[in-house]
C-alpha cells in the first residue's frame, strides 16, 4: 500500500503507536527502571470495617530488606493531608457537601476491604511482601453497610462520624411542583425500578508509580499510570502534600488503559513521592490485579426510581426520577459530579420532555470508592431514559421507534429542562440508518425462524445522547468544579521541517499519535510520517487537563488547531517578508505560501528554516522561531448521540442469551480516522454489553467482602460473547469547535446497557430484568412468567 | 510467592523417593492451579517436586476396548491425539475445551485428577467413563477416586501414572460455562457401554463430581433425551454460590444430561 496523503482527514490511517505496542517496544510505568529502586508493597485492610487498636511493625522492620515501614501516623506526624475531591457539590439546603477526611493511609479506622494500612519499602518486592505479612495489625472489627439500598437505613454502620446517617449530599435539579403537576395530568405513567450495577474497571495495565526525589534540587518524579499528570500533580502537590508544583515533574508514559480510573489521585503514588525523600531512594509500585479489584475506583452503583408521564398520543410530559448513588467509603477525584451533573443533566435523552425533576442522594458504603468510568453518570442516565421509553411505547401499544420519533428533539439549539443546551443533532437520521442495518424489517421472520428452533428473540432499542467535550469552564466552576477544564497544545516546527506536537490530551489506548497526527499534518500541509505527538509529560507539555469524557479531540484538537491558525499567522508574515509582500496578500493553502494571484510561493518547510536560520528575516518585527502555544476552553459541551439497536437470543431451556445483532450509528461530528472510531465503538459497546449481561460488582452484605475480586468470579466479556458490530456514523457537525467534533470514547458504554436490556425484556416479555441479565436471572423470569399465567 | 527447593527428576522412582523424604513437598505438573496459589501466596510448600520430565508418564495406548493416557499427557494433546479421536471423541472434545490455549498446553490430565477442582471437566469424563486411574502404588477405580472438594484417595507421596478408559459406544460431554471463570456451572458427561450406562456431574455437587444413579437406570432401560426429562437431582445435594443457586443448577443439570444424551446419539 502506498503512504497515505493529504488530505489525512477522515483517512483510516493505521495507528502509528501499534508498531511498538504490538512489538513490545510500549514503556509502560512498569517497564521504567532506575538504580537503586526500591519496591513498595501496602498492607491492606482484610476488614470492610474496623478500628485500628494498635500496628506492631517490630518483627516486620526487623526483616531482611527492609528500608522502612510507614503508618497513617507517620503521614500525620509528617502533616501530609488527605486526597482532595475536585468538585463541590451543594445540597437542596444550600449546604456544602460532607467530605470526610480520605486518609493515604488510614488513621484509626479501615473502611473497605483494601483501605491501606500500611506501606512496606524494601529492596525486592518479595520481601517486602515477606515482612508484611509481619505486621501485626489488631482490629477492632466494627459492622459495615455495603449497599446504596441500606446505607440510609436506621441502625446499620457508620462509615464517617462527620456523616452520621451516611449520607454526603442530596441534590436535586429541576422544579418538582411542575413535574408533580404534569404526573397528575397524564393519560398514562410509566414506572420503573431498578439498579445500575456496579462495575470494576479493569484497566489491562494495572495501576503503577515510580516516584524518585534528587537530592540536588529537591526535586520530584513521578512515572504513574494516569490520564492526566497535570490535575494528578496538582492536586498532589498543592492539597496533600504542600510541595511545590515547579518541584514535581510527572509523567505518565505508555499506559494500559483506564475507562476513569486512572484520572484520579490515589493513596499509593502519593504516599511513595512522599517516602522516596524519607528513604532518599527510587520507590516503585505496581499494583497486582487483586489489588486493582479492591482499590480501583468502581464505576456506577445506583438504585432508582424513575418515572414517565405521556399524554394520549404518546408526547412525553415529564419525567420524575430519584437515584441513590453508592460513593463508596471515601469521595474520590470526581466521585460527586458524576452521579449529579454528568447524570442528571442528560435526563432529557434525545427527547423534549418539557419538565424533569431529579433528586439524587449520595452515600457512603464500606466498599472502594466510585467515581468516574467509562461514560460516567450518562450511562446511568440514558439507561433511566431509554428503558422508560421503550417500556412506556410497550404498554402503549406504539412501536418504541415511532414513540421516540413523536419525542424526538429537531430544532437546534435546544434548551433542556436540565441545564444544557443541545447545539446540533439529527436523531431521526440516525435511528433510521440504524433501523435499515439493523434489518429491523426481517426482524419478525427471524424471531419466527428462532421460536421454531425453540429460541426466544427480542428487538430493543437505545437513542442516547452525552455531553461531551468537558467543559466550558465558567460553567463547570458555577456548578462546583474545583478546576479548570481547558486544554493546552503546543505545536514546535524544527528547523528542517518537522513537527512535535505537544497536548495536554492523554492517550492510553484511543490513538491520539495519529489522530492529533493526522489533524496538524492536514493542516499545515506537511506529510502526517514528520509529525510526532508528545503527551503526559508535565515537564514537556505546557499544561494539560487530561483525557476524560470523551474530550480529547473536541477540547485537546481544539486547543491543537488555535495554535495551527497561530503557526500559520506567523507563518505568512514571514513569507511575506521572503517573497517581499505584504502580509495580507498571503495565502496559505497545502503546507504552501502563495503570494495571492501570482506563482511566487515558499513552502512551509521554508518558512520553518528562515525562522530558525534568520539570516534573511523581519528580526525588527518579529520574533525567530516557529513554536506556538495555545489554550482552548470550550463554548460548550459537545452533545454526540446515536441509535443502538441490540437483538437477542435467549435459550429458554438454560436461560442463556446471545447477542445475536448490535448496531450502533453515532454522531460524532466530524470523524478524524474512522477505523480508530470504529475501534472505540467497538471497546464502548463491550463494555456497555458487558454491564447488561456479564459484570457485576458483588459485596457480601454481611462482611463486606469482594466477592467478586478476581476473574474467576467477575465475568469479564470476552471476545466470543460478542457478534461481529455493525457500526456506522453519520455527522452533523458540532458548531462551537474548529474542527466540529464532538467525541466517541464513551458512546459506546452509554447506548449500550439499554439496548441489551430492552432485546431481553422483548425476548421475554416482561417489563425488567436487573443487570447483569445472567442465564440463572433469564431463567427464574421465564419460571415466574409462567406460574402467573396459570 | 514464598522461597521453595524445587526438584526435576527423570524417573518416578526419584520422583517418589524425593517425596518419601519431604513430606511436605507438592507435586507440579501442569502447574496451572498450583503456581497461581503458589503466587497469591495462599499456598506454601517447602519443595516442588517437577514431573514433567518424566517420560513414563506420556504413554498413549488404544487397544481393542480400552485406551491408556499417561497422567503427563497436556490438555492440548490429547484433544488433538489420533488414539483419543478414534477411541473416545468425546474425551477429546472434552480435553479441547478446557481452560484457554495456554492452560490447554500447561495443564495435565494427572494433575487435574489429582487437584480435583469440583468445577473441573475431566473427573466427569473419568467418573463418567468409569475409567480406572493407575498410579505408582496401586490402581484405583474412578467410583473411589473422588473423594470430595479437592480431595482424593490419593495418599501422600502417591503420583497418578496413567489413566486407563473402557471404550463406551457412545459418548458426550456438555458444559455450561461459568461465564466469568468458563470452568464448569454445570457439565454432565454421558457414555453408554456395554450395557453400561454412566452420568457424571461436575461444577454442581457440593461435594465434588458425582454420577446421577437415576439417569443412568433410565437411560439403561432406554437410551434418549426423553427418558431422563423429568429425572432430577435435589438442590440439596448441589452448590450455590454468587454465579448459580442450587436449584438452577439441579435444572440445568436434567437440560445439560438431555442434551449430552442428544449430542451422543448424533
Not at chain 1, 104 to 116: I, S, T
Not at chain 1, 505 to 529: C, M, N, W, Y
Not at chain 1, 635 to 649: D, K, L
Not at chain 1, 699 to 726: C, E, I, N, W
Request: glycine letters at 8%.
Amino acid at each position: 500500500m502506498n503512504a497515505p496523503h493529504a488530505p489525512y482527514i477522515g483517512q483510516s490511517i493505521k495507528r502509528k503507536e501499534d508498531q511498538r505496542f504490538l512489538t513490545g517496544g510500549g514503556t509502560y510505568t512498569d517497564d521504567v527502571a532506575v538504580a537503586n529502586q526500591t519496591h513498595a508493597y501496602f498492607l491492606r485492610s482484610p476488614h470492610a470495617h474496623a478500628k485500628i487498636r494498635s500496628i506492631d511493625l517490630n518483627k516486620a522492620k526487623a526483616a531482611p530488606g527492609v528500608v522502612a515501614i510507614f503508618t497513617g501516623d507517620d503521614l500525620a506526624a509528617a502533616k501530609v493531608g488527605g486526597l482532595p475531591c475536585g468538585w463541590l457539590i451543594t445540597d437542596v439546603n444550600g449546604q456544602p457537601m460532607k467530605e470526610p477526611p480520605h486518609p493515604c493511609l488510614a488513621q484509626d479506622k479501615v473502611r473497605h476491604v483494601g483501605d491501606q494500612v500500611a506501606v512496606v519499602i524494601a529492596e525486592t518486592l518479595n520481601l517486602a511482601k515477606d515482612a508484611a505479612e509481619l505486621i501485626e495489625v489488631d482490629y477492632e472489627i466494627l459492622p459495615a453497610v455495603v449497599s446504596a439500598a441500606d446505607a440510609r437505613k436506621p441502625g446499620v454502620a457508620v462509615v464517617h462520624d462527620s456523616a452520621p446517617d451516611n449520607t454526603c449530599y442530596v441534590w436535586s435539579i429541576g422544579t418538582q411542583d411542575t413535574v408533580d403537576k404534569a404526573f397528575a395530568s397524564a393519560k398514562h405513567v410509566t414506572t420503573l425500578e431498578f439498579a445500575n450495577n456496579r462495575l470494576i474497571p479493569n484497566a489491562i495495565e494495572p495501576r503503577a508509580a515510580l516516584a524518585q526525589y534528587a537530592r540536588g534540587d529537591d526535586s520530584y518524579t513521578l512515572h504513574v499510570t494516569s490520564q492526566n499528570p497535570h490535575v494528578e500533580r496538582l492536586l498532589m502537590t498543592a492539597f496533600v502534600l504542600g510541595l511545590p508544583e515547579h518541584k514535581v515533574r510527572v509523567i505518565a508514559p505508555d499506559v494500559g488503559g483506564g475507562f476513569g480510573s486512572k484520572i484520579f489521585l490515589y493513596a499509593e503514588e502519593t504516599v511513595i513521592v512522599w517516602a522516596s525523600k524519607r528513604v532518599n531512594r527510587p520507590i516503585k509500585w505496581t499494583a497486582e490485579r487483586s489489588e486493582s479489584f479492591l482499590t480501583d475506583a468502581h464505576g456506577r452503583d445506583h438504585v432508582t426510581k424513575a418515572e414517565l408521564a405521556l399524554d394520549k398520543n404518546g408526547k412525553f410530559l415529564a419525567m420524575r426520577v430519584h437515584t441513590t448513588a453508592n460513593m463508596g467509603a471515601y469521595l474520590s477525584t470526581f466521585a460527586s459530579c458524576v452521579p449529579t451533573i454528568l447524570y442528571a443533566t442528560l435526563l432529557a435523552g434525545q427527547y423534549t420532555t418539557p419538565a424533569i425533576y431529579c433528586e439524587v442522594t449520595a452515600v457512603f458504603t464500606n466498599t472502594a470508592p466510585v467515581d468516574a468510568y467509562r461514560g460516567a453518570g450518562r450511562p446511568e442516565a440514558t439507561y433511566v431514559v431509554e428503558r422508560l421509553v421503550e417500556t412506556a411505547a410497550r404498554e402503549m401499544g406504539i412501536s418504541p421507534a415511532d414513540l421516540r420519533r413523536r419525542n424526538f428533539i429537531t430544532q437546534f439549539p435546544y434548551q433542556t429542562p436540565v441545564a444544557l443546551c443541545y447545539d446540533t443533532g439529527n436523531y431521526d437520521a440516525t435511528l433510521t440508518e440504524a433501523m435499515k442495518l439493523a434489518d429491523v424489517a426481517g426482524f419478525e421472520a427471524r424471531r419466527k425462524q428462532a421460536a421454531d428452533r425453540g429460541k426466544l428473540r427480542g428487538l430493543g432499542y437505545s437513542t442516547y445522547i452525552e455531553a461531551c467535550g468537558l467543559a466550558p469552564s465558567n460553567i463547570a466552576g458555577a456548578l462546583g468544579a474545583r478546576a479548570g477544564l481547558f486544554e493546552a497544545g503546543e505545536i514546535r516546527f524544527h528547523p528542517t521541517g518537522s513537527v512535535t506536537v505537544f497536548t495536554g490530551s492523554h492517550s492510553h489506548g484511543q490513538g491520539h499519535e495519529t489522530t492529533f497526527a493526522q489533524v496538524v499534518a492536514d493542516k499545515l500541509g506537511i506529510p502526517v510520517e514528520n509529525v510526532d505527538v508528545v503527551h503526559g509529560d508535565t515537564g514537556r507539555i505546557p499544561f494539560g487537563m487530561g483525557t476524560y469524557g470523551s474530550r480529547s479531540i473536541a477540547v485537546g484538537g481544539s486547543a491543537i488547531m488555535k495554535a495551527i491558525d497561530k503557526i500559520i499567522d506567523k507563518g505568512k508574515k514571514i513569507a511575506a517578508h521572503l517573497l517581499e509582500a505584504s502580509d495580507d496578500n498571503i495565502e496559505f493553502r497545502d503546507g504552501v505560501f502563495t503570494v495571492a494571484g501570482t506563482d511566487r510561493k515558499k513552502t512551509i518547510a521554508e518558512v520553518a528554516f528562515a525562522a530558525y536560520v534568520p539570516h534573511n528575516y523581519p528580526l525588527d518585527k518579529l520574533e525567530p522561531g516557529l513554536n506556538e502555544t495555545a489554550f482552548y476552553d470550550p463554548a460548550n459541551f459537545t452533545y454526540p448521540a446515536g441509535s443502538h439497536i441490540c437483538e437477542v437470543e435467549i435459550d429458554p431451556q438454560t436461560g442463556s442469551t446471545k447477542v445475536v445483532n448490535f448496531t450502533a450509528v453515532d454522531d460524532f461530528g466530524n470523524v478524524i480516522n474512522p477505523m480508530i472510531v470504529e475501534g472505540q465503538v467497538h471497546g464502548g459497546l463491550a463494555q456497555g454489553i458487558g454491564q447488561a449481561l456479564l459484570e457485576g460488582c458483588i459485596y457480601d452484605a454481611a462482611s463486606g467482602q469482594l466477592l467478586t475480586g478476581s476473574y474467576m468470579d467477575y465475568a469479564m466479556p470476552r471476545a466470543d460473547d460478542f457478534p461481529s458490530f455493525k457500526v456506522d456514523t453519520k455527522v452533523t457537525a458540532c458548531t462551537h469547535n474548529p474542527l466540529g467534533v464532538k467525541g466517541c470514547g464513551e458512546a459506546g458504554a452509554i447506548g449500550a446497557p439499554a439496548a441489551v436490556i430492552n432485546a431481553v425484556t422483548d425476548a421475554l416479555n416482561i417489563k425488567d430484568i436487573a443487570m447483569p441479565a445472567t442465564s440463572e436471572k433469564v431463567w427464574r423470569a421465564l419460571n415466574s412468567k409462567g406460574k402467573k399465567t396459570k | 510467592m514464598h522461597a521453595f527447593d524445587y526438584q526435576r527428576p527423570a524417573t518416578l522412582k526419584d520422583a517418589a523417593a524425593f517425596l518419601k523424604k519431604n513430606e511436605n513437598a507438592r507435586v507440579l505438573s501442569g502447574g496451572q492451579s498450583l503456581i497461581p496459589t503458589l503466587k497469591m501466596r495462599l499456598a506454601q510448600t517447602p519443595a516442588l517436586v517437577d514431573i514433567n520430565a518424566i517420560e513414563e508418564l506420556r504413554v498413549v495406548k488404544l487397544e481393542a476396548a480400552m485406551l491408556t493416557l499417561g497422567a503427563g499427557l497436556r490438555h492440548s494433546e490429547v484433544a488433538t491425539s489420533k488414539e483419543v479421536l478414534i477411541g473416545i471423541p468425546a474425551l477429546a472434545r472434552v480435553a479441547a475445551g478446557i481452560g484457554d490455549r495456554q492452560v490447554r498446553n500447561m495443564g495435565t490430565l494427572g494433575g487435574a485428577l489429582a487437584n480435583n477442582d469440583p468445577a473441573a471437566d475431566y473427573p466427569a469424563a473419568v467418573l463418567g467413563l468409569g475409567a480406572t486411574v493407575h498410579t505408582n502404588r496401586r490402581s484405583i477405580a474412578a467410583d473411589k477416586f473422588f473423594t470430595g472438594l479437592y480431595e482424593t484417595a490419593l495418599k501422600p507421596g502417591e503420583i497418578i501414572t496413567s489413566v486407563q478408559f473402557p471404550l463406551p459406544k457412545r459418548a458426550a460431554y456438555i458444559k455450561f460455562k461459568n461465564p466469568a471463570s468458563r470452568f464448569a456451572l454445570v457439565g454432565v458427561f454421558v457414555s453408554e457401554g456395554a450395557g453400561v450406562v454412566r452420568v457424571a456431574v461436575t461444577g454442581a455437587g457440593n461435594a465434588g463430581v458425582f454420577r446421577v444413579k437415576d439417569m443412568e437406570k433410565k437411560l439403561g432401560e432406554k437410551f434418549a433425551p426423553e427418558s431422563i426429562a423429568k429425572s432430577k437431582v435435589a438442590p440439596d445435594k448441589l452448590n450455590a454460590d454468587l454465579h448459580a443457586s442450587a436449584e438452577y443448577r439441579s435444572h440445568l443439570i436434567t437440560v445439560l444430561a438431555q442434551r449430552a444424551v442428544a449430542a451422543a446419539l448424533s
